[in-house]
């Protein structure tokens, strides 16, 4: 029988580590002996088991201004959830199976704090995975974030990048997702490096291939869309880098036509972090070619077309973490050079531009405040005698997160 054990999250202070990986990470040895005991107790039997849960509560005042050549600036003012962690609750437990080996799970649920609807209608959109634990390192199965994907349990962007995934609205760079369908393979740590590998059979099993923009056919055919990558890691204390490689199968739809024309999508990041003690700077540099998409304000015309073969370009990123007043202050620049690879006229160039900051001060142990402000421009060559085109976005952010 497991006895569910509900426990506060310690604050923030490992800056490596995502903030949106809070928690559901180890146990208190104290409380869990006393659950054991409990267990033991009521059932009569010796108790293997562990789990714990938590949940996090994020709502916050968001401030945009776009503006696009030529165009009215417009102004928005909303209530958002997951400004600074995305509101989400989850379950985390193990079975000790003995000789080194364990048997554990995760299930995190994904939702809107501002409406209370969940993200992406899908119950457990995070995370939801089973993995068995024993001296050859981990194999996972389920749902996971790949490593270039700033979520879940194999991330490795957290290594190189100092928001891991960009502040809100002001990113700009290449990425993955979350996946379904994954095998996730990770070694043990071995003189500090430790490798992680991840294969999708298929990346969306709701995605379907009957309508002109469903690129994802059956799992396990040539038409489903698939994910590959191999990532490495090394942490050496106040020292650590990662390095992986993404690459992406497109499916095809009903009738033939792929999410991108010729090629597969392939995605390389290098990078990592120094602690000063009084400031954690980080860089990293990616490059990419045939993505469908990256996460700035150019629109991918050409998607699903046989006259492009996706974006490609290369990313540079340099950011801080620092201690302040009790509260951690965080940057971060961004530069993106990229082009929308067409093959019968001219390819499209663009060029991105962002910088952001945000401060995180703990109101309790449970309790966070936070602030931040940024700036991103998306600047689109003219092409056949056009002006280029600018997208310019401000924003400017308040809120307040609650762990329980």
Known sequence: MLFFLIRAASPFQDFRLHTDQLALEGFNHEKDSRCARRSRRFCGQRCCCRCSALCVVDEGLIYTNTKVTDEKSVDQLQLKSGRNLGSRWGLKGSEDLGNGYKVGFKLESGFEADSGTLQENRLFRREA?????????????????GIASAAGTYDLIGYVESFDGGDNNVWG?????????VVAYQTPRFA??????????KTDSAAKNDTPTGFSGDEGTSAAKRYASIGVSGDYGAAQFA???????YGANSAGDREVADKDGSLFFVGGNYNFEVVRVYAEAQYFEGLAGINNDYKFANQGKAASD????????????APIAAGTLTAGLYY???KEDLTTEADQDFKYYGVSARYVYPLSKRTRVYGGAGYGQTTVDGAAGKADQDT???????GLTHTF
């Open 192 to 201: 500090g490096l430790q490798l992680t590998a991840q294969y999708s059979f």
């Open 392 to 398: 310019k976005l401000v924003q400017a952010y308040v």
């Open 310 to 321: 996706g974006l490609k370009g290369y990313g540079l990123h340099l950011g801080a973490k």
């Open 243 to 249: 390095a992986g490689y993404e690459l992406t199968k």
């Open 173 to 181: 760079f290449a990425s993955s997702s979350r996946y379904d369908n």
């Open 336 to 338: 993106v050079d990229a």
């Open 129 to 145: 995975g089973l993995t068995l634990y024993g001296p050859f390192g981990s194999l996972g199965l389920g749902r996971f974030g």
